[in-house]
């Protein structure tokens, strides 16, 4: 009888089949809109995560200044030295690596190629903090970091724009006013999460970099890696007290540094994604409602229409609760279409825009079913009050219905 | 499946009495000023295999006394039985039964649903009676071939002349082999001719198969087929004839 009912149902939908999609373009757009935002969020969570690990686990950056801040120095506080390093090296318990850190924007020549590229002044160490690898060639020595020589290591782009055609280890580049021999190659990192290119970069040690490029001693950042079994929060607080030690900071004064953890920044991004996404999503969710009334719209102009066939389904012995799961059945399964179409739709949408924005393609199985799930309830929901009253017409009345 | 048990029940009684009988059946619709007194204590009974046509003019209680029959209603006053069975203390699924397995409808307006072929129009009686594919399938091409459409099987109502779809609709009523058919004005809608082949294959059903059939009418050379007639005014049956005879337009 169920597979009747199915069938029944079917064929109802398919007879009307123009009215039947419009019935259910609610569903379809509330659907795959909803699927389309917890889609991409799910891909920019995604996205965050693997960024941050780019940048090397168990990373904690210390910054001058005393708000929470993603990078640059502030002009107020004071800048770090080189001997802040050495303490550091020396004080830490628990640390894989340490690399100050300074970049600028400035002039690279190559031959004929001239481009503007971020320079980027730190240690051989970085290849640990940073998970930076080099695919030719080799990272800095300690005597050439010692030394401040004029070496470099280019990254990808550099090389495949810049230097086409030509062997980039030993060749000479120009930056700013230095010309320096090209040691290694940065093995390629792609787009950063908000845009430009990690490869368009020159790598020099950073002696050579507060010399000959910016001419001064100061170190922007100072990045940390902490060992694999290490407590990160235990080792915030311990660079904490040498720096405010250094610094001569009283007890009850603020640290005019910062000392941030990338994964807890990664965590309060994803969870503000999460939120974002919930919030839209819910945004989405409220045009099924509205999908799940033109449902009921159009089930209640279907059952006066057909008023007649159901005398008639009466008349011939239809039990009142057959006419009425006849309609449930087949508003469930409008809506249910409309939810795989909304569903297929969605999941297009999403990745055509994903690679667009620059976020991985995240399938969601749970994500599907439970928007198939959804899409059907609503069309059981708002479809029991036209199929109650489909089941409770009186068959005389129904029969003699024009 | 008490329901379909409650059926089979009723199915399996060999009643001695009468197949329907009205003790005393007034319906009242209405209250206090309105009140309409449809049927006034209405006295009537219909052996298995009897050929019945009503008359009376509208408002004559007719039409309700047929919904009664049918199983659509209930008296508000006395007892319709069927099969020797009170219908009155049956809840309205119970009826859904009774008319699922013993009624066949047939109306003035054919009553078949639209865009659905011949033989899709017979199978549904018998998809509620959960009837598997195949045997409906063989069930309703004999109904068909009964009524001379085995060759319009695929055609939908809108295909079909008002003589085919009538025939069509006695099909469905005849598919499953009820007890006793209901005729509400089947040749309403129809000419002369087309009206009495149809009187012809209702006459054909009750003498080959003693299928028992009532018939409303208004004309008295439809009603002549009949073996009895009821003449009904006003909530009453004012004249019973039993014609003796062969039905003048019979062959």
């Known amino acids: 009888m169920l597979s009747n009912t199915l069938l029944m149902a079917l064929r109802e939908i398919q007879r009307n089949v123009l009215r039947s999609g419009l019935t259910v373009l609610g569903i379809i757009i509330g659907v795959a809109a909803v699927i389309v935002i917890v889609t991409l969020g799910a891909g920019t969570t995604r996205q965050v995560g693997s960024e941050i690990s780019k940048m090397g686990s168990n990373m904690i950056t210390l910054v001058p200044g005393g708000d929470m801040r993603m990078g640059g120095a502030s002009g107020a506080a004071?800048?770090?030295?080189?001997?802040?390093?050495?303490?550091?090296?020396?004080?830490?318990?628990?640390?894989?690596?340490?690399?100050?850190?300074?970049?600028?924007?400035?002039?690279?020549?190559?031959?004929?190629?001239?481009?503007?590229?971020?320079?980027?002044?730190?240690?051989?160490?970085?290849?640990?903090?940073r998970n930076w690898k080099v695919t030719d060639g080799r990272l800095f020595t300690l005597s050439e970091e010692r030394s401040g020589k004029a070496v470099c290591i280019i990254g990808a782009t550099i090389r495949k724009e810049m230097m086409a055609g030509m062997e980039p280890l030993g060749a000479t580049v120009r930056v700013g006013k230095l010309s320096c021999e090209v040691i290694g190659v940065l093995e390629p990192k792609g787009q950063a999460m908000f845009g430009g290119d990690q490869d368009a970069t020159v790598v020099l040690p950073i002696r050579t970099y507060q010399r000959r490029i910016v001419g001064n001693d100061r170190i922007a950042q100072i990045l940390i890696s902490g060992a694999d079994s290490a407590d990160l929060s235990d080792l915030k607080l311990q660079i904490t007290q040498v720096m405010r030690e250094r610094r001569n900071i009283a007890a009850g004064e603020r640290s005019n540094f910062s000392v941030i953890d990338?994964?807890?920044?990664?965590?309060?991004?994803?969870?503000?994604?999460?939120?974002?996404?919930?919030?839209?999503?819910?945004?989405?969710?409220?045009?099924?409602?509205?999908?799940?009334?033109?449902?009921?719209?159009?089930m209640l102009v279907s059952v006066t229409e057909r008023t007649r066939e159901i005398g008639i389904r009466l008349a011939i012995g239809a039990t009142e609760r057959?006419?009425?799961?006849?309609?449930?059945?087949?508003?469930?399964?409008?809506?249910?279409?409309?939810?795989?179409?909304?569903?297929?739709?969605?999941?297009?949408?999403?990745?055509?825009?994903?690679?667009?924005?620059?976020?991985?393609?995240?399938?969601?199985?749970?994500?599907?079913?439970?928007?198939?799930l959804f899409s059907a309830a609503v069309g059981v929901i708002f479809g029991f009050m036209p199929a109650r009253r489909a089941a409770r017409l009186n068959p005389i009345e129904a029969l003699r219905h024009e | 499946m008490s329901k379909q048990g409650s059926a089979s029940a009723l199915m399996a009684e060999q009643s001695p009495g009468p197949l329907v009988a009205f003790e005393n059946v007034s319906k009242i619709y209405g209250k206090g000023d309105a009140e309409v007194?449809?049927?006034?204590?209405?006295?009537?009974?219909?052996?298995?295999?009897?050929?019945?046509?009503?008359?009376?003019?509208?408002?004559?209680?007719?039409?309700?006394?047929?919904n009664i029959l049918g199983c659509l209603d209930k008296p508000t006053s006395g007892r319709y039985l069927f099969k020797g069975v009170d219908v009155g203390g049956l809840a309205s699924d119970q009826l859904a039964m009774l008319r699922r397995h013993f009624l066949g409808f047939v109306f003035q307006g054919f009553n078949l649903?639209?865009?659905?072929?011949?033989?899709?129009?017979?199978?549904?009686?018998?998809?509620?009676?959960?009837?598997?594919?195949?045997?409906?399938?063989?069930?309703?091409?004999?109904?068909?071939?009964?009524?001379?459409?085995?060759?319009?099987?695929?055609?939908?109502?809108?295909e079909l002349s008002g003589g085919q779809q009538q025939r069509v609709a006695i099909a469905r009523a005849i598919v499953t082999k009820p007890s006793l058919l209901l005729a509400d004005e089947p040749t309403g809608n129809l000419d002369s001719a087309r009206s009495h082949?149809?009187?012809?294959?209702?006459?054909?059903?009750?003498?080959?198969?003693?299928?028992?059939?009532?018939?409303?009418?208004?004309?008295?050379?439809?009603?002549?087929?009949?073996?009895?007639?009821?003449?009904?005014?006003?909530?009453?049956?004012?004249?019973?004839?039993?014609n003796t005879g062969k039905p003048s337009h019979a062959q």
Do not use: C, W
């Open chain 2, 197 to 242: 082949e149809i009187m012809q294959l209702l006459t054909r059903l009750n003498r080959e198969r003693g299928l028992t059939v009532v018939l409303v009418t208004h004309e008295d050379d439809i009603a002549a087929y009949a073996g009895r007639r009821l003449d009904f005014r006003d909530g009453r049956i004012v004249r019973e004839t039993r």
């Open chain 2, 113 to 158: 649903l639209a865009r659905t072929t011949a033989l899709e129009n017979l199978e549904l009686p018998l998809i509620y009676q959960r009837i598997e594919k195949a045997r409906r399938r063989a069930m309703a091409l004999e109904a068909l071939e009964t009524v001379g459409l085995a060759d319009r099987a695929d055609h939908t109502p809108a």
């Open chain 2, 37 to 66: 007194r449809a049927l006034n204590g209405v006295n009537l009974q219909i052996n298995a295999g009897e050929f019945v046509a009503v008359m009376g003019p509208s408002g004559s209680g007719k039409s309700t006394a047929m």
């Open chain 1, 322 to 372: 057959e006419v009425m799961l006849q309609f449930l059945v087949e508003a469930a399964m409008l809506s249910a279409g409309g939810g795989l179409l909304g569903i297929t739709l969605g999941l297009i949408g999403a990745a055509s825009i994903a690679p667009a924005i620059n976020v991985p393609f995240v399938f969601q199985t749970s994500t599907v079913v439970q928007a198939f």
């Open chain 1, 78 to 129: 004071p800048p770090f030295l080189a001997a802040d390093v050495e303490a550091l090296r020396r004080e830490l318990v628990g640390v894989s690596a340490i690399a100050p850190y300074a970049q600028r924007m400035d002039q690279v020549i190559v031959g004929n190629e001239n481009r503007r590229v971020n320079i980027v002044g730190t240690v051989a160490e970085i290849s640990v903090v």
């Open chain 1, 262 to 298: 990338m994964t807890e920044v990664a965590g309060v991004m994803q969870t503000t994604i999460g939120v974002m996404t919930t919030f839209l999503s819910a945004i989405a969710g409220v045009s099924l409602l509205v999908g799940g009334i033109g449902i009921m719209n159009i």
